[in-house]
Structures are given as C-alpha cells and as structure tokens.
Nanobody, 118 residues
Framework: VQMVESGGGLVQAGGSLRLSCRAS???????????KAWYRQAPGKQRELVAR???????DYADFVKGRFTISRDNSRKMIYLQMNSLKPEDTAVYYC??????????WGQGTQVTVSS
C-alpha cells in the first residue's frame, strides 16, 4: 500500500490549495472504516494534526485551521482531500496524509510541501 500525495506548491497569503492523497493498493474494506487525517510539520517543529475523519465519519479540526480548511474523502476512489482556503504564511509546512486501519496499522504519505508567501 502506498499513500500518494499531490497538490502542494507555492501560493500567496490569502490563496487556496487542494491537497489530494490516494491510497494506492488498498482494498475498499480496509479503506472505508479507517480513520483518515492530514498532519503537517513545519521546519524545527513537531508534526501536528490538521484535520481528521474518525472511523464513525465525524470530523475534527485543529483550532488554527477551523473555518479555513476542509477534509473530505471519496471512498469509491480511495482518495482523501484537504481544501485549504485563506492560507497564511504560518501554514507553510510539509503536509502528510495518514490512515489508521481497524488493526491499528498506520499508513503515511511521503509528504507534500506547502509554502505560503506573505
């Protein structure tokens, strides 16, 4: 199984980006009930949770992205998305998609760089 991310890049403050993550090689019965999340890690800082789908389908957002970012998923395509609006320079980081299946196995993407210029 590979988590393949795309959509990062350079954007001006106030702009938008949409990150995508495909769970390549994962069967539907594993993908659907797994928790799905986006994390980020800025230089010199610890990796932090940005947004998450629980196994029950509820969503959680870090306070610093509430009202600006939206996590979504397409189970039929085994895709996870992060729509990021009103981006700020402090959102600059490497963004990682993550899944935890019902057995507790963690799957991480390779990371995609998001840079927001002021």
């Amino acid at each position: 199984v590979q988590m393949v991310e795309s959509g990062g890049g350079l954007v001006q403050a106030g702009g938008s980006l949409r990150l995508s993550c495909r769970a390549s090689g994962m069967i539907t019965s594993v993908f659907n009930p797994a928790t799905k999340a986006w994390y980020r890690q800025a230089p010199g800082k610890q990796r932090e949770l940005v947004a998450r789908f629980s196994s029950a389908g509820t969503t959680d957002y870090a306070d610093f992205v509430k009202g600006r970012f939206t996590i979504s998923r397409d189970n039929s395509r085994k895709m996870i998305y992060l729509q990021m609006n009103s981006l700020k320079p402090e959102d600059t980081a490497v963004y990682y998609c993550n899944m935890v299946d019902t057995r507790g196995l963690n799957y991480w993407g390779q990371g995609t760089q998001v840079t927001v210029s002021s």
